[in-house]
Nanobody, 114 residues
Framework: QVQLVESGGGLVQAGGSLRLSCAAS????????MGWHRQAPGKGRELVAA???????NLADSVKGRFTISRDNAKNTVYLQMNSLKPEDTAVYYC????????WGQGTQVTVSS
């Protein structure tokens, strides 16, 4: 059993920053097997950022240079630092853990106004 609790979403002006947190508990065998998707209104869920098996970051082209994925192994927490936010970043952000199956966080709303 894995539980993922997200926090940090909210409303921000274009050009601003937010940091999302995803705290994991339960049977977490590799903190690297975690990442973030997002789902914009009327759109499908798309990959934003994830760790590779080796622990390096994999970022979508649309957020490269603006977003950073990081982790705190002691706290079993993964972060998504979002800088230079744009209105097109508006979405519900979901963290996930890939084990025997994929576990999803509850989602946190990020709204970027012009």
């Amino acid at each position: 059993q894995v539980q993922l609790v997200e926090s940090g979403g909210g409303l921000v002006q274009a050009g601003g920053s937010l940091r999302l947190s995803c705290a994991a508990s339960g049977s977490i065998f590799s903190i690297n097997a975690m990442g973030w998707h997002r789902q914009a209104p009327g759109k499908g869920r798309e990959l934003v950022a994830a760790f590779t098996d080796g622990g390096s970051a994999n970022l979508a082209d649309s957020v490269k240079g603006r977003f950073t994925i990081s982790r705190d192994n002691a706290k079993n927490t993964v972060y998504l630092q979002m800088n230079s936010l744009k209105p097109e970043d508006t979405a519900v952000y979901y963290c996930w853990y890939r084990g025997a199956r994929v576990y999803w966080g509850q989602g946190t709303q990020v709204t970027v106004s012009s």
